[in-house]
C-alpha cells in the first residue's frame, strides 16, 4: 500500500519502524504536560456502528490537544436513510472539519472514504478488517511496560480467527525480534496468511506461560460469528496461571473483556489492560497530532 | 458517610454547613463574569438514562468554565451490549477524562462506580437513590431567593413517596431553622424515614399556603410507580392559591412540569422554576471548579 | 414579519438586502484566517428530527468561531418523552445557552420557541415550513460562483411544489434582476403563491437548459408525501444536459441527492454542490457571529 499514513490511516502495512519511532516519541512527549497544539482544528468522529471506547479516545485525545470533536453516532437516523451513499457523506463532512475518524461495519467503507476525502481519515475498525490504532497502542503499550520491543516472547490467546486487533498486531510484531506463541481452539486458529515459521500453535496456555513475557488475551467476538458456527469454548486466564507466569509479565486485553481474565486479578501490578487505555489515548494524540497538527 | 464531597458527590449527607457555604459563594461568583478555570480540562456526560435537562446543564456548566464535555448518552447501543461491566466503563472512561457525571437507573451504581473509579464521580441521579446536585440548586434557589435560608416556612407538594428531589432537599433543610410543610394525598405520603417531629401533614395546599414563604411542586413519578399501583391523584397550584399566597413567596418545581403548575402562573413574579435552572448552573460550574479546578 | 433576524431567524422574509449583503460580507472575512470570536460562547442545536448535514454545519461554524455546541439529537428519548411542552423545554435551555439552532418536524414550532425564548433562535428546518439558512447559503453560492445576483437565468427542477428549499430560494431571488425558469411534472409545479409572472414552466430541462446559468436541482421529499400519493417520477440531470449548457453553469444541489445528479458529473468543475456545503459553513458562521458576537 502506497498510500502514506500522514494522508490516511489505513492499516498497520503503512507504518515502518521510523514511522513508529516517531509516533511513539510523540506519544511520550504529549503524555506529559497539557499542551494544546491543536487549538482551533477539529475531528468528526463518524461511527456507523457503536464503539464507546474507540470514540471516547479519540475525542479525549482530540479535546486534551485543544480541538474539538463533531460526534456522528446516530448515523443510521441520520441523512443516510435517506438513501445517500458513504461518498456523498465524506465529500459533504468533508468541508467541516480537519479529519475524520471512521468507523463502519463494511470492510471497503475506508478505501471508499480514502478515495473522495480532500481531509486525512483514520481506520477506527472495518468490519473484519483492521483497526490500526488498537495495534499501534497494543505495540506501544507492550514498549512501555517493557523499555523496548525486542527479545520479548509474546503469548497470543484467545478467539485468534476473528480478532482483527490480534491479527494487525501481530503484523506489528514482525518487525521486531519477537517470538509469537499462539494459544487458542483448533476452529479459532490464526489464518494461516498470517503465520510465520517460528510462531508456535498451541491449545493450553501451560504450554507456554513460564517462558512468556507478554500475553495478550482478546474476547471471543460472537458477533463476527455467522449464524450457523457454534463454538462451545471458554477460557480465561487463572489464578493458577499466573502463579507460574513471570514476575514482569506483562497480561494485556484490548477490552470490553466478558469473563476471559477475571475481576480478581485487577490488582495484580501485572495486570496491565487499564494502563493500555491509558497508552491508547497517548498514541491516538500523537496521531491526530501527527496528522492534522502543521498548517 | 465518610467519602469527601471533593472526591465524589454521591449524596446530600455527605455536605455540613460550612461545605454548603462555600459551594454558594463559589456559584455566586462564577455566575458573574466569564472566567474560565477549566480550560484544557474535560468531564465525561455518562448517562445510561436520558436526562437532557441534567446533561445540558453539566455541559453548559463545563463549556462555560472553559472545558469540554464528551457525552456519551446512546449507552445502550454502546459496549454495554457487549456485556461488560460498569465496573470496567468507568476504569476505561476513567482514562479520558477529569471527572465523571453519572446517570443510572440502579441505586447501586454511584457507589460501585466510585469503588473503582481514580477521578472524581458525580452521581446525577442513581434511580429512586439520590440526586444531590437537584437538592443543593433547590437549597441554593432558595437561598437566592430568600437572600438566606433561615426563618423560612416551606410547604413540599405532591409525589413525596417516590420523589428523590424532595428526599433530598428535606435532608439539607434539616440543617437550618426552618418549619416544613407537607402536601399530598395518603398514598404518596413522605416515608417515615424522612420526617421529623415538627413537620406537619396536610391532605390540601389550602390548609397552610397562606403562611408559606417557599412552596416546592413535584411531578408525580408514574415512571417509579410499580404497575399494579394505580392511583387516581391530580393536584395542581391555581390561581386562587397564590391570591391567598404571601407577596414574597418563591413557586419551585424541579420540572419537568406536567400540570401541577399552569402556564398562566409562568408571568406572576413569584414563580422561580425557571429561575431555578439557571441557579442550577451556577451551582454545577461550583462544585466542578471545586472538583476539578485544582491542579 | 417585523421580527427583527438578529434576534431570531425563522424566515427569509425578515431578510432585505441591505441584510444579505451585511451577512455575506461578513461570510467572506471569515472564511479566510482562523479568529476565534465566539470564545466561551455556546450554542444549543436542538434536533426534534435528524439532520446530520444541518447540524454539523452548525457545529462547525460555532467551534471553528472558537465557541462550543451542545447537541441534542436524541430529543425523543429525552425530557420530552415526560410530557414537556416545547416551551418549557426552551424556557429550560435558554439557561444553558447562548442561542438555540432548532430543527422540528411541526410547523408551528419555530413561532412558538420565539414566543418565549430570551436568546435568539434560528429555525434550522421546521416541517413542511423554511429553512432559512438553506436559502441563504444557496444565495451565497450563487453569489460567490458568480461574483454577483444580478442579470442571471436561474433553472430551479426538480420537486417544487414540497421543497421548502426551493421556496425560500425563489423569495430570496425575487430582490434581483433574476429569470426563473420552472422544471417539474405537473403534479409538483410550484405552488401559485410563490410563482411570479415572468417565470415560465416546464416539463423537460431540454427547453431550457441552453440559456440557463444556475440550475439547482432538488430531491423527492418522499418523506413529505401523504401515502396516499404515489408519483412515477424520475429526473437527473445527464452528460447530455451539461454538453448543452452554457461553460460557467453552476450546477446546484442541496443534498443529499438520490440519483438526481450522476456521479460522474462529480468532476465537472460546473458541479458546484459540494462547494456549496462550504459555503453553508461560512454563511452559518456569519450568522452565528451576527446574532451573538456582540456583548
Not at 62 to 91: A, H
Not at 177 to 200: A, F, G, M, Q
Not at 224 to 252: G, H, P, Q, W
Not at 260 to 272: F, G, M, Q, T, Y
Request: no cysteine; aromatic share 6%; hydrophobic share 35%.
Amino acid at each position: 500500500m502506497s498510500l502514506p499514513w500522514r494522508r490516511a490511516v489505513v492499516s498497520v502495512d503503512q507504518f515502518k519502524k521510523p514511522d513508529i519511532d516517531e509516533i511513539f516519541s510523540l506519544a511520550d512527549r504529549l503524555s506529559v504536560g497539557r499542551t494544546m497544539p491543536l487549538t482551533g482544528k477539529s475531528i468528526i468522529n463518524l461511527f456507523y456502528e457503536p464503539s464507546t471506547r474507540t470514540s471516547s479516545s479519540f475525542h479525549a485525545a482530540m479535546t486534551r490537544l485543544g480541538g474539538s470533536v463533531i460526534p456522528i453516532n446516530e448515523v443510521n437516523y441520520s441523512s443516510v436513510t435517506k438513501g445517500e451513499t458513504l461518498e456523498d457523506t465524506i465529500r459533504t463532512l468533508e468541508s467541516f472539519t480537519d479529519a475524520l475518524v471512521l468507523r463502519h461495519y463494511d470492510e471497503d467503507a475506508t478505501e471508499r472514504a480514502v478515495s473522495v476525502s480532500s481531509v486525512p481519515i483514520i481506520n477506527a475498525g472495518n468490519g473484519a478488517g483492521e483497526h490500526p490504532t488498537q495495534a499501534l497502542l497494543d505495540l506501544y503499550t507492550i514498549s512501555k511496560e517493557r523499555d523496548g520491543l525486542n527479545g520479548l516472547n509474546v503469548t497470543l490467546m484467545g478467539d485468534l480467527k476473528h480478532g482483527r486487533t490480534v491479527h494487525s498486531l501481530t503484523k506489528l510484531l514482525r518487525m521486531y525480534d519477537v517470538k509469537i506463541n499462539l494459544v487458542s481452539p483448533l476452529e479459532l486458529s490464526l489464518p494461516r496468511s498470517y503465520l510465520h515459521k517460528n510462531d508456535t500453535e498451541h491449545r493450553e496456555l501451560g504450554e507456554v506461560i513460564a517462558d512468556t513475557d507478554i500475553l495478550y488475551v482478546t474476547r471471543v467476538q460472537k458477533e463476527r460469528f455467522s449464524d450457523e458456527l457454534e463454538i462451545d469454548f471458554s477460557y480465561s486466564v487463572t489464578r493458577s496461571d499466573m502463579n507460574l507466569a513471570k514476575k514482569n509479565l506483562v497480561l494485556m486485553h484490548p477490552l470490553p473483556r466478558v469473563g476471559e481474565i477475571p475481576i480478581e486479578l485487577d490488582s495484580d501490578p501485572r495486570s496491565a489492560y487499564f494502563r493500555q487505555v491509558k497508552y491508547g489515548l497517548h498514541v491516538r494524540m500523537a496521531l491526530l497530532v501527527a496528522l492534522i497538527g502543521r498548517d
